[in-house]
């Protein structure tokens, strides 16, 4: 049974910083790209980080350059490592993974983050 499991979410000031981790198990970690995504209150979900399999790494517009993507194949776990944050990045953030070869798509069970004073 595959299993991504979120942690580390929470509550943080604007500028404070915090990190999630998405601990995997059921699945062949290095067979799958990896994704952040977060859903606001009445809006879409939305991609925020991804990470391939050979670590290759994009991000969203909003959060380039205060968001760090990165993952351990060791510990089949990715981080999301989240800096200067607004409290535009209030959001439940989810991980994904990918697998690529065949093309099926898994889903963490998100956790909250919030950002305000």
């Known amino acids: 049974q595959v299993q991504l499991v979120e942690s580390g979410g929470g509550l943080v000031q604007p500028g404070g910083s915090l990190s999630l981790s998405c601990a995997t198990s059921g699945l062949t970690f290095s067979n799958h790209a990896m994704s952040w995504h977060r859903q606001a209150p009445g809006k879409e979900r939305e991609l925020v980080a991804h990470?391939?399999?050979?670590?290759?790494?994009n991000y969203a517009v909003s959060v380039k350059g205060r968001f760090t993507i990165s993952r351990d194949n060791a510990k089949n776990t990715v981080y999301l490592q989240m800096a200067s944050l607004k409290p535009e990045d209030t959001a439940v953030y989810f991980c994904?993974?990918?697998?690529?070869?065949?093309?099926?798509?898994?889903w963490g069970q998100g956790t909250q983050v919030t950002v305000s004073s």
């Open positions: 994904n993974a990918w697998d690529v070869l065949n093309g099926i798509n898994y």
């Open positions: 990470i391939s399999r050979a670590g290759a790494t």
